[in-house]
């Protein structure tokens, strides 16, 4: 649809974390197999209720991630997450 399926940081995170999970499971990937995230806040004060979300998709050892505060992101969003899997062999 295009719209955000909330304005909070919080459900922005989840839903986001929800489609990468998606997007890995359809590559035949699991969330085990991502080894490096990025994540993009347009508040870095955000950043811990985050990491809160963050480790609900992820455990140890977690993989590598750097994240950053950028002074916007598109469509107004308050995080964008990038990662990549490690096709298992």
């Given at each position: ?7 909070t ?5 989840k839903?986001?974390f929800?489609n990468?999970k998606?997007?890995?499971e359809a590559?035949?990937c699991d ?14 004060g ?6 809160e979300?963050?480790a609900?998709?992820?455990?140890t050892p977690?993989p590598a991630?750097a994240?950053?505060?950028v002074k916007?992101l598109?469509?107004?969003a308050?995080?964008?997450i ?8």
């Open positions: 649809t295009g719209a955000f399926s909330g304005t940081i919080e459900v922005q995170a839903t986001v929800e990468l998606a997007i890995v590559g035949g969330m085990k197999d991502v080894v490096k995230c990025t994540v993009l806040l347009a508040d870095m955000d950043f811990g209720k985050v990491n979300i963050y609900t998709y992820f455990s977690y991630r994240a950053f505060a916007a598109p469509m107004g308050l995080v964008e990038e990662c990549i899997a490690a096709v298992p062999s």
